[in-house]
């Protein structure tokens, strides 16, 4: 059966287990059935070492709540960076073994990036095709390796947003590209996570079919990230979300109905017996209407699905 939850906003979390009790004392009043922990938000690795206390506060905190719980790496978690490779690994393997901690279920990945965001003022091409297929091939490799490693966690790959003037920056912004990577790894554990809000932008970017898209995408899908955006793709300058707002853009993480993405529509692309989770990925600023936003999931999951 579905679980629908939402995000502890890793800006709100700046660190502070004190912030993590709060927001998750609010969440426990909301109906909340799911929680998305990040791992950096808590910084609960450091220079690839778990912080042990942390993960063992963070630990307390969700246990007597009954939460299905997901985690989400680190945002810096980059398995095609070439200067730091091994230190990347071991923050990945420190990131599943938090999760494995802290009684979560599956772990969100940002797939690599040919060119990564903190880099696009300085690189704006990409490596040669054969250079990208080399990179692409490693993360297949140490993906599987680690998911065989920790076989009761599900990995799952985020497909990613455009950016305009350097995209494409990373495989996944098509979601074609990023099913590819998951049946190559071919691991029963590892899938993908389906991000609404960073589809709706890929599809007006290149053009796609979103729902055929989500279609494609479906039997590998195996956690949701569910916010909302007016489909406009920014330049990676553009980082200031209330100049962004007024003119539609940027990857927004609203609550949905705020946007344009018609959910239950794109939820009806999935299977009626999906059982993973449906979070409600916001912003911190949007904390105040996170039982709102998890009430719209519910209701489009119900409305593309009744009965389930």
């Given at each position: 059966?579905?679980?629908?939850?939402?995000?502890?906003?890793?800006?709100?979390?700046?660190?502070?287990?004190?912030?993590?009790?709060?927001?998750?004392?609010?969440?426990?009043?909301?109906?909340?059935?799911?929680?998305?922990?990040?791992?950096?938000?808590?910084?609960?690795?450091?220079?690839?070492?778990?912080?042990?206390?942390?993960?063992?506060?963070?630990?307390?905190?969700?246990?007597?709540?009954?939460?299905?719980?997901?985690?989400?790496?680190?945002?810096?978690?980059?398995?095609?960076?070439?200067?730091?490779?091994?230190?990347?690994?071991?923050?990945?393997?420190?990131?599943?073994?938090?999760?494995?901690?802290?009684?979560?279920?599956?772990?969100?990945?940002?797939?690599?990036?040919?060119?990564?965001?903190?880099?696009?003022?300085?690189?704006?091409?990409?490596?040669?095709?054969?250079?990208?297929?080399?990179?692409?091939?490693?993360?297949?490799?140490?993906?599987?390796?680690?998911?065989?490693?920790?076989?009761?966690?599900?990995?799952?790959?985020?497909?990613?947003?455009?950016?305009?003037?350097?995209?494409?920056?990373?495989?996944?912004?098509?979601?074609?590209?990023?099913?590819?990577?998951?049946?190559?790894?071919?691991?029963?554990?590892?899938?993908?996570?389906?991000?609404?809000?960073?589809?709706?932008?890929?599809?007006?970017?290149?053009?796609?079919?979103?729902?055929?898209?989500?279609?494609?995408?479906?039997?590998?899908?195996?956690?949701?990230?569910?916010?909302?955006?007016?489909?406009?793709?920014?330049?990676?300058?553009?980082?200031?979300?209330?100049?962004?707002?007024?003119?539609?853009?940027?990857?927004?993480?609203?609550?949905?109905?705020?946007?344009?993405?018609?959910?239950?529509?794109?939820?009806?692309?999935?299977?009626?017996?999906?059982?993973?989770?449906?979070?409600?990925?916001?912003?911190?600023?949007?904390?105040q209407q996170t039982q709102e936003a998890v009430d719209s999931v519910?209701?489009?999951?119900?409305?593309?699905?009744?009965?389930?």
């Amino acid at each position: 059966m579905v679980a629908v939850g939402t995000n502890l906003s890793d800006a709100r979390l700046d660190g502070h287990l004190s912030a993590m009790a709060s927001d998750l004392g609010h969440l426990a009043t909301w109906g909340i059935q799911a929680v998305e922990v990040p791992v950096h938000g808590l910084d609960a690795i450091q220079n690839g070492v778990l912080d042990e206390e942390k993960t063992r506060q963070a630990t307390r905190l969700l246990e007597p709540l009954g939460l299905r719980i997901s985690v989400h790496s680190p945002n810096s978690l980059d398995l095609m960076d070439q200067d730091a490779f091994e230190l990347q690994v071991e923050v990945l393997r420190v990131s599943l073994e938090f999760t494995q901690r802290i009684g979560a279920e599956i772990i969100v990945v940002h797939p690599g990036r040919w060119i990564n965001e903190d880099a696009f003022l300085w690189q704006r091409c990409r490596p040669d095709e054969v250079a990208c297929r080399t990179l692409q091939e490693r993360e297949e490799q140490v993906i599987r390796e680690l998911a065989q490693k920790y076989p009761d966690i599900r990995i799952g790959l985020e497909n990613a947003r455009p950016y305009k003037g350097v995209s494409p920056y990373c495989y996944s912004e098509k979601p074609a590209e990023l099913v590819r990577q998951v049946e190559r790894i071919d691991c029963p554990n590892v899938g993908i996570t389906l991000d609404f809000g960073h589809l709706n932008l890929s599809a007006r970017y290149f053009e796609l079919d979103p729902m055929e898209e989500i279609r494609r995408m479906a039997p590998h899908v195996v956690h949701c990230h569910v916010h909302d955006n007016a489909g406009r793709s920014v330049y990676p300058t553009e980082k200031i979300q209330t100049h962004q707002l007024p003119l539609g853009k940027g990857d927004s993480h609203m609550p949905p109905g705020l946007g344009t993405i018609p959910f239950s529509d794109w939820m009806a692309c999935l299977p009626g017996d999906y059982s993973g989770l449906m979070i409600a990925e916001l912003r911190g600023r949007y904390f105040q209407q996170t039982q709102e936003a998890v009430d719209s999931v519910r209701r489009a999951w119900e409305l593309a699905h009744p009965g389930k």
